[in-house]
């Protein structure tokens, strides 16, 4: 049974940074284009950014220039690097495959606040 496991959220002042991870026991993402999705408060889920398995990459307007995507497959591993944090980023940030969606994680919250 596949499990997506999301970490690395914290809360984090305006302009701040942080690091989130994902692993996928049960899946070997090489093979998969992978996401990175959020959902904010009363918002319906919105894919913020993602890398195909050849490494093609893709961000939202609302983050780029600010959030970094990788993987490291011989971790089983996708990454999301953000920087110059703003309050509207407040979300669950969420992994999952880009295309044919597994179950979802349970997340990982991310709170930009002073």
């Known amino acids: 049974q596949v499990q997506l496991v999301e970490s690395g959220g914290g809360l984090v002042q305006p302009g701040g940074s942080v690091r989130l991870s994902c692993t996928a026991p049960?899946?070997?993402?090489?093979?998969?284009?992978m996401g990175w999705y959020r959902q904010a408060p009363g918002k319906l889920r919105e894919l913020v950014a993602s890398?195909?398995?050849?490494?093609?990459?893709w961000y939202a307007d609302s983050v780029k220039d600010r959030f970094t995507i990788s993987r490291d497959n011989a971790k089983n591993s996708v990454y999301l690097q953000m920087n110059s944090l703003k309050a509207e980023d407040t979300a669950v940030y969420y992994c999952?495959?880009?295309?044919?969606?597994?179950?979802w994680g349970q997340g990982t919250q991310v709170t930009v606040s002073s």
């Open positions: 999952n495959t880009r295309w044919n969606l597994q179950s």
């Open positions: 890398i195909s398995s050849a490494g093609d990459i």
């Open positions: 049960g899946l070997n993402l090489d093979y998969y284009a």
